[in-house]
């Protein structure tokens, strides 16, 4: 973060109608919506349509945060509530939405190993989505975004201690799925 | 190293990927890092997991910005329901104000039973009997009248 004005002080500022402290607040945090949205969801255009959504919802009743917990895990049980609303709309558990089809990238140019990169990246999402839905959850959410512990346990709804063997867990799968390739 | 200190190093990993872990504690787990294989693998897959982490598409901020600023009009609207009650209540105790003649007639105005008695039902002027009919009057005139009684 380039700003250290806190998320608290944002979302005091926000509240009295500064309108730049709420720009702040949806820049600082439009990444891990989307990505906690893509980790339920596993579509990157329903991922942005529930990140979209549970956003504007949460800052539409930003009013109602009380600072029980941090902004970040209020925002983003908003946001995974709406995944998974969204989810249960579509009536979908398992399939992966990801554009597997890419290609096929010379490292030997610079343009190619940014390729070539992406490519690995993608390759490693796509290990990710193999994994059981809390440990992918779990993996993303603290790899991703240094989530604690805590946080991954409100969005994956289980307690801290079953969000890290499941962190743990998914981890240990994801080596086994890479040394298989 | 001990098996509690080794957990502890692999919980944080994904600090020390992302830069969010004060330099002192940073330099103990590159430390360990160096000194234990396994622990750098799994770093180095942690590493490359937070580097190639999805980014949102363009204009999602753009887009929450502005459907938060589209509901804001919504939000002054709300208000209409509280700013009519009280405007039924102004127009109450307008009515309670006008019946001040005795047998429960309204100063000035005849008996109903009375046939020579002119109408008191409402002209085009948008008054019954002197007093304003709320379905005439916008949020902004009831608001101003609210005003002027203090409300």
């Known amino acids: 973060m380039d700003d250290e004005t806190t998320d608290l002080q944002l979302v005091s500022r926000a509240k009295a109608g500064d309108q730049d402290a709420l720009g702040k607040l949806i820049s600082r945090h439009e990444g891990v919506a989307f990505r906690v949205a893509l980790g339920i969801l596993r579509d990157e255009d329903e991922a942005a349509d529930a990140a979209q959504m549970g956003c504007i919802k949460a800052f539409r009743a930003i009013e109602g945060f009380r600072g029980d917990s941090g902004f970040r895990t209020w925002l983003v049980t908003i946001v995974s509530n709406e995944a998974r609303g969204l989810l249960r709309k579509r009536g979908r558990r398992n399939e992966s939405g990801l554009d597997t089809s890419r290609p096929l990238a010379d490292p030997s140019t610079l343009a190619d190993l940014a390729l070539a990169e992406d490519q690995q990246a993608q390759a490693l999402r796509e290990l990710l989505d193999e994994l059981p839905d809390k440990q992918r959850l779990a993996v993303s959410l603290r790899v991703y975004d240094g989530m604690s512990f805590k946080e991954v346990g409100a969005v994956i709804e289980s307690s801290e201690g079953s969000a890290r063997v499941n962190y743990h867990h998914g981890i240990r799968r994801l080596r086994e799925l890479m040394s298989h390739d | ?151």
Do not use: C, Y
């Open chain 2, 1 to 151: 190293m001990t098996d509690n200190a080794r957990d502890l190093i692999k919980d944080q990993l994904p600090d020390l990927a992302s830069g969010n872990l004060d330099p002192v504690r940073a330099d103990e787990i590159r430390h360990a890092i160096a000194e234990d294989p396994e622990l750098r693998r799994e770093f180095d897959l942690i590493l490359a997991l937070h580097e190639g982490r999805p980014r949102p598409p363009l204009g999602l901020a753009d887009r929450i910005r502005a459907g938060v600023t589209e509901e804001a009009p919504r939000q002054k609207r709300w208000i209409g329901w509280p700013l009519s009650t009280a405007a039924v209540l102004v127009i109450a105790l307008g009515t309670a104000l006008f019946w001040n003649g005795e047998g429960g007639t309204p100063a000035g105005v005849p008996p109903l039973d009375d046939p020579e008695a002119p109408s008191v039902f409402p002209a085009d002027d948008g008054l019954v009997a002197g007093a304003l009919l709320l379905a005439d009057l916008s949020d902004e005139e009831i608001e101003a009248l609210l005003e002027e009684i203090g409300q």
